[in-house]
């Protein structure tokens, strides 16, 4: 067990990570692309929107969608995986969720016991480190004890973390935070001038993780619907038109590629690089600093 273990961590260490990630795109024959891990985000948001309308757009009931959803969403696991992002996040279940019919919700819940019954063995032996996002003790009974068997299972990984967000209402997130931080006001643990943004964060589902890079909607919406109000206020939005069920690793790529053409600025201001007719050649350069010494003595 114990040797087990230490082989699974020298495994993570020594890993070797992708010099680039190349994928050869499937949907057309194009070149394969590339693209350098200093460009990739460290952390990625989905929100997996559009299966009811993928269903019913071929006259199939909206469970359907949910079902070919999950297909998609194993596809991108595994790419995020094989490419080496730090943390993905998936938006598959919000608190405002539960307002739909009870055989969607059903169906939902259905899907979802299955999905971790056939995938843990598999994400396990990838090392990857699930954490669920939400309110895990407010699902029903056979999902919450499967989800916390996964996160139990999965809580020594040092591979892909995956978050899932489940019962996930980003404002409850931030109240649930705020009560923490004033319990702990109230026994004594902190002063109120102890709460800075560092300490806010901390009481986060995502305590922890750096801040989302990218985030990724499809179906064409573009709104966040509740989630992760407080680490997406830097992020990259990146909005894909097809439904969920017919994103893949070729479309998933063209997100991470716009991402890496933007400019973040976070608030600053980037430098333009200094076109090549002018930039000086080091001795030049050393010449014209001796020239401007002279005349300034
Ligand atoms: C996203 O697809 C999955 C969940 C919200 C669970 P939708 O079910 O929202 O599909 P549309 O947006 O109605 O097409
Ligand atoms: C957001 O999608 C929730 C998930 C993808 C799980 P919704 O379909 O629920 O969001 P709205 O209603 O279009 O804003
Ligand atoms: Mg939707």
Same mark, same amino acid.
């Given at each position: ?28 024959? $194009? ?39 999950? #297909?998609?969403? =194993? ?27 009870? *055989? ?14 056939? #995938?843990?063995?598999?994400?396990? @032996? ?18 919450? !004890? ?6 139990? =299972? ?15 209402? $980003? ?7 705020? =009560?923490?931080? @004033? !319990? ?22 995502? @305590? ?12 064409? #919406?573009? =709104? ?16 894909? *038109? ?17 991402? @890496? ?17 002018? !930039? *000086? ?17």
């Amino acid at each position: 067990m114990f040797f087990d273990k230490l082989s699974r961590m020298l495994n993570d260490v020594f890993r070797p990570k992708p010099k680039y990630i190349t994928v050869t795109p499937v949907t057309d024959s $194009g070149p394969t692309q590339m693209l350098p891990p200093s460009k990739l985000p460290r952390h990625v948001a989905i929100i997996m929107d559009g299966n009811g309308r993928w269903a019913q757009s071929r006259g199939m009931p909206r469970s359907a969608g949910h079902a070919a959803g999950t #297909e998609a969403l =194993r596809d991108i696991i595994r790419a995020s995986d094989d490419w080496g992002i730090e943390a993905l996040s998936l938006y598959a279940f919000s608190t405002e969720n539960w307002s739909r019919s009870k *055989e969607e919700v059903a169906a939902l819940m259905g899907l979802l016991l299955r999905y971790f019954n056939s #995938e843990i063995d598999e994400l396990d @032996a990838k090392h990857v480190k699930i954490t669920i996002l939400g309110d895990v003790d407010g699902m029903p009974e056979p999902q919450r !004890q499967a989800l916390v068997n996964a996160m139990e =299972r999965t809580k020594d990984n040092t591979g892909l973390k995956l978050n899932i967000a489940l019962n996930y209402g $980003g404002r409850a997130e931030l109240v649930r935070a705020a =009560r923490a931080l @004033a !319990q702990k006001v109230k026994d004594g643990e902190i002063e109120p001038e102890a709460i800075d943004e560092a300490a806010f964060a901390n009481e986060l589902y995502t @305590a922890g993780l750096p801040d989302v890079d990218l985030l990724i909607r499809t179906s064409g #919406e573009m =709104r966040t619907s509740n989630f992760l109000p407080w680490q997406l206020v830097y992020a990259e939005m990146v909005f894909d *038109e097809g439904y969920w069920p017919d994103f893949d690793r070729a479309k998933y790529l063209k997100c991470l590629r716009v991402y @890496a053409e933007r400019d973040r600025r976070f608030g600053g201001v980037n430098e333009p690089p200094v076109p090549e007719e002018k !930039q *000086e050649a080091p001795a030049q350069a050393e010449e014209a600093d001796k020239t401007k010494a002279a005349a300034e003595d």
